[in-house]
């Protein structure tokens, strides 16, 4: 039962959601304020560039078909272009450094991610959620998704009470018939989050376990080892296995929904769009209405039901960045949780006396998370100052996870381990690991 649970999208009320939006704007605010001081101005701008069409475009054909007045058709048009060139110069402007600003704020939000990832315990990145977790939250730029979203959410905001405004003129069951579409829209796009939510998941386990054994097939620090134990085999049927039979059937099926969906909603669309046109043409050819007004209330009646749908699908949107929001806030929440637990280990340190330089071993047995079979069994031993010991083993015997724990990347389940006396816990780790030298047989910082 618990499987299931997890296998389920998070039912978050809006009182959630809000959160979400409010602490990633809070994170982006606090990275780099200047991409409030660029959005803004920017959000403003392409909200004015919507109308200067809808207007200029009715005054224009209405000028050529009952006034016919070339100067002022030739005075609207100039007027039109010039605002047209005006608004775009500054949009292009506003938009690179909007992107610069961005990709600043998305580097700095990953190195806080870094951060806190290298504050958590090896035994805790060793569990495979929160090696999932990790992966959606570091593959995804989700921050700037959210922005993004919430600035297109005010932009068709602003877009769409202006363009009420035109459209009351003409009929109000128009706005009607497209708040329903729109609503049905909205119902479908909840449906495609659960199955988005559902595919992220899975395929982040599933890629996870790909790149792994990918690792080993091409990385030359593992050739030796594969060619040994004649590994090359199996890690080729292991690859096709996740690759045949776990991914590509789940992606097919996730694709076939999602089609499923993507169809409903463009006959919807067009079913819309066909009741608009009958009814404008209607009004033309039995109620007089002007060319000009025609051209003005589509164009108006389009953008008002794409500014609705863009609404509806930043809210949905806004929805499914909320995952990545909650694998990005319990990274940073485990990270503290860590500092915390160190802060109340120091206040208990443990020493006992003991001769200067040794390392005793007293009972110690370790197992993975989330596994039953110990790799370390009731090790005791005592290396005293200035002493050499040598391990040996075949593979998986748990040489390197006793030096994970010698070294405090791992903490023994059981047992005690001191080094000069010093116990091992949270609290003393900095102290024992300034006295640390390690060399591992592989190192991957700096291989240049």
Not at 3 to 13: A, G, I, Y
Not at 388 to 412: C, D, E, H, P
Request: charged share 20%; with cysteine; aromatic share 12%.
């Amino acid at each position: 039962m618990k499987n299931k649970k997890t296998n389920q999208p998070p039912k978050d009320s809006f009182i959630d959601l809000l959160k979400n939006i409010i602490f990633c704007l809070k994170v982006l605010y606090q990275v780099n304020k200047k991409v409030y001081i660029v959005k803004i101005p920017l959000i403003l701008i392409q909200s004015a560039s919507t109308f200067i069409p809808i207007i200029f475009t009715r005054y224009i054909l209405n000028e050529i078909t009952v006034g016919k007045n070339m100067s002022m058709v030739f005075a609207y048009v100039g007027m039109m272009v010039g605002f047209h060139i005006l608004f775009n110069l500054i949009s292009i402007f506003l938009g690179k450094q909007d992107a610069r600003e961005m990709e600043k704020a998305n580097y700095r939000i990953k190195q806080i991610l870094g951060e806190s990832v290298m504050n958590l315990k090896y035994s805790n990145l060793e569990e495979p959620q929160t090696k999932d977790f990790i992966k959606i939250a570091s593959e995804s730029n989700s921050f700037m998704e959210v922005l993004g979203n919430v600035s297109s959410f005010i932009s068709s905001l602003l877009n769409v009470l202006g363009l009420t405004a035109i459209i009351l003129t003409i009929q109000p069951i128009v706005l009607v018939l497209i708040l329903f579409v729109v609503f049905t829209k909205f119902i479908i796009n909840k449906q495609q989050i659960k199955i988005n939510y559902l595919w992220n998941h899975q395929a982040a386990t599933f890629n996870r376990k790909m790149e792994y054994l990918m690792f080993l097939m091409i990385f030359p620090q593992y050739g030796k080892e594969v060619r040994i134990n004649n590994l090359a085999g199996w890690i080729n049927d292991k690859f096709e296995e996740s690759l045949n039979i776990y991914l590509f059937p789940y992606f097919k099926k996730f694709m076939a929904k999602d089609l499923k969906f993507r169809g409903l909603t463009e006959g919807i669309l067009l079913l819309q769009q066909i009741l608009i046109y009958l009814y404008l043409s209607y009004r033309v050819v039995f109620k007089g209405m002007l060319i000009g007004d025609f051209s003005m209330y589509l164009t108006s009646i389009e953008k008002f039901s794409s500014g609705v749908s863009g609404i509806m699908g930043n809210i949905t949107n806004l929805i499914s960045n909320g995952v990545f929001v909650k694998e990005f806030k319990m990274c940073l929440e485990m990270s503290m949780k860590e500092k915390q637990l160190a802060e109340q280990a120091e206040k208990k340190q443990g020493y006992f006396p003991m001769e200067r330089g040794t390392l005793c071993f007293n009972n110690v047995s370790f197992r993975y998370p989330n596994t039953e079979r110990m790799i370390l069994q009731n090790i005791s031993f005592s290396i005293p100052f200035g002493g050499t010991l040598s391990i040996v083993g075949v593979n998986g015997a748990g040489k390197t996870t006793l030096m994970r724990v010698i070294t405090t990347v791992l903490k023994q389940t059981e047992g005690m381990v001191s080094l000069d006396g010093i116990l091992y816990n949270e609290g003393n780790y900095e102290k024992i690991q300034k006295k640390i030298g390690y060399l591992p047989q592989e190192i991957d910082l700096y291989p240049n």
